[in-house]
């Protein structure tokens, strides 16, 4: 007597797409939505789309149906395929290094200055910055930009409400960045619910805007695009790093993520190192 073996559901799925397959629906949300993603690290997109296939139990037909015809369903695609996995104060020694070292180098020449927070996400990065600034007094001396292609994340970060649970992750990486107050202090409790003080977001500015094809829209002392690139190939990348070069300011800083880089690309001898470790570069020829 022979026993069946039923495979889960997205390894049935798994045989039915291909690199052909994923070419059709980039060109399918370019020419339906206009964004391209023909650019992303495909191993990651292919991942992203059959975790989407799978949660709602979709066919490759039915998933080219679903993004040609329901914009809903489109926004909640869009929510999956960018997401990033963020905390407050992730990775405490780089915020640590931006307190000590890097914002105090921008005030020997500004009394005032510009960031952007680029692919901010659902905006814990935006706070972590906010409490930093707060903390040294200097909160009200900066403008902070936050954009991100999703408007649904943007909304989220926003509201400034996350899950009471994370905030046990969010403590412990404040207790490590060496914060001179609590976390505690900056949130309060809701129905298992954590509220971020709204008066931390005073002086930012969240804004619909795309790596891939937006605009260069203004000039900036410090850019934080950290673990966002991971996702793009070797092209996209080198598009983007020339897009914040053009957004800096001479002498202004550029941070991307850990496990990323530009001194491959294209406008790699117009910065210099200036943290290898936490990946802290200084615009330095225009």
Request: aromatic share 12%; net charge neutral.
């Amino acid at each position: 007597m022979f026993e069946h073996t039923f495979l889960p559901y997205h390894h049935l799925i798994m045989k039915e797409i291909d690199i052909k397959d994923l070419k059709r629906i980039t060109e399918l949300i370019r020419e339906r939505h206009n964004y391209d993603f023909t650019n992303y690290a495909m191993s990651s997109f292919k991942r992203r789309i059959l975790r989407i296939m799978d949660m709602h139990n979709l066919t490759l037909d039915m998933l080219f149906k679903k993004i040609s015809t329901e914009n809903t369903f489109f926004d909640e695609f869009l929510s999956e395929v960018t997401v990033n996995v963020t905390e407050m104060f992730r990775d405490p020694s780089f915020w640590r290094i931006l307190r000590d070292d890097i914002i105090p180098a921008i005030l020997l020449n500004h009394k005032s200055f510009r960031i952007w927070h680029a692919g901010c996400s659902s905006g814990e990065e935006v706070f972590s910055m906010a409490i930093m600034l707060k903390e040294m007094g200097i909160l009200n001396d900066t403008s902070i930009i936050a954009t991100d292609l999703d408007t649904l994340i943007l909304d989220r970060a926003k509201s400034g409400t996350y899950p009471a649970k994370n905030m046990e992750l969010n403590n412990k990486n404040y207790i490590r960045y060496q914060g001179t107050s609590s976390l505690d202090e900056y949130y309060t409790i809701e129905n298992g619910k954590a509220i971020m003080d709204k008066s931390l977001l005073n002086n930012v500015s969240f804004r619909k805007h795309d790596l891939v094809t937006g605009d260069i829209f203004n000039k900036f002392d410090l850019i934080l695009c950290r673990n966002v690139m991971i996702y793009f190939n070797q092209n996209l990348q080198n598009e983007v790093l020339k897009k914040f070069h053009e957004s800096l300011f001479k002498y202004g800083y550029l941070i991307i993520g850990s496990k990323e880089s530009l001194i491959w690309c294209d406008i790699a001898n117009k910065f210099i190192v200036v943290n290898n470790e936490e990946k802290v570069y200084k615009k330095i020829k225009d």
